[in-house]
């Protein structure tokens, strides 16, 4: 059983620029979560979604970010016009559907850097 | 809200040799869960252990235990007979049922010396 898939693993995007990255969950999993984690730091909540539908996404910046979990395919998370301070590493995690959101799986994270 | 507080930044501890790191949290809860994440350099966050706020008994998981003291708040980790494989970042982590996300420390940079 595959575990949670991110990709890129690494992203280079210049000032202004879009940054896609993607998360496909384990399988049978459809919870998804996504953290940031800037330079030093533990990882922070942003978004949680289930199929089609964002549950939470009380830690989200208010501009330039926004996620999808489509009903077929990876969760996206989307940053436009990316600034410098968008450099860190992004993790998705996944959750089965029953169980409680307690038992998150973490992918290996995708590192975005803006140059 | 809640917070969680890992004081010591970076520790060491000689291969073979216990060592212990510490985590305080903050919250008005009961029933919660307690985690320790290992993420090595290759930034893969790792479940080490997992405490069930409403077990007493502290959990293991073969050189990995915890002291977890719900008065005091307090989830420490011990790490017995230490590896050059456990050099990495370790997170403690707080979940509350009912939300959606983990809540993490700022971590603490283990080395390990040979």
């Known amino acids: 059983n595959a575990g949670v898939m991110q990709n890129p693993r690494h992203l280079v995007r210049r000032r202004g620029q879009e940054a896609r990255l993607r998360c496909s969950p384990m399988?049978?999993?459809?919870?998804v979560y996504w953290y940031r984690q800037l330079p030093e730091e533990g990882l922070k909540f942003m978004v949680y979604?289930?199929?089609?539908?964002?549950?939470?996404e009380s830690g989200m910046p208010k501009e330039r970010f926004s996620a999808e979990f489509p009903k077929e395919g990876p969760s996206i998370l989307r940053i436009q016009q990316v600034v410098r301070g968008d450099s860190a590493a992004y993790f998705c995690?996944?959750?089965?559907?029953?169980?409680?959101?307690?038992?998150?799986?973490f992918g290996p994270g995708t590192r975005l850097t803006v140059t | 809200a809640q917070t969680v507080t890992q004081s010591q930044p970076e520790m060491s501890v000689q291969e073979a040799e216990t060592v212990t790191l510490s985590c305080t949290y903050d919250t008005s809860e009961s029933d919660y869960y307690l985690f320790w994440y290992k993420q090595p350099p290759s930034r893969q966050m790792i479940l080490v252990i997992r405490q069930e706020a409403y077990k007493q008994q502290n959990a293991t998981e073969n050189r990995f235990s915890v002291n977890f003291q719900k008065a005091a708040k307090s989830f420490s980790l011990k790490i017995s007979d230490s590896q050059l494989g456990d050099a990495a970042m370790y997170f403690c982590?707080?979940?509350?049922?009912?939300?959606?996300?983990?809540?993490f420390g700022t971590g603490t940079r283990l080395k390990v010396l040979a």
């Open positions: 982590a707080y979940f509350l049922p009912g939300t959606y996300k983990y809540i």
């Open positions: 399988k049978g999993h459809s919870h």
């Open positions: 979604l289930q199929k089609e539908n964002i549950i939470d």
């Open positions: 995690a996944s959750s089965p559907p029953a169980g409680g959101s307690y038992e998150q799986y």
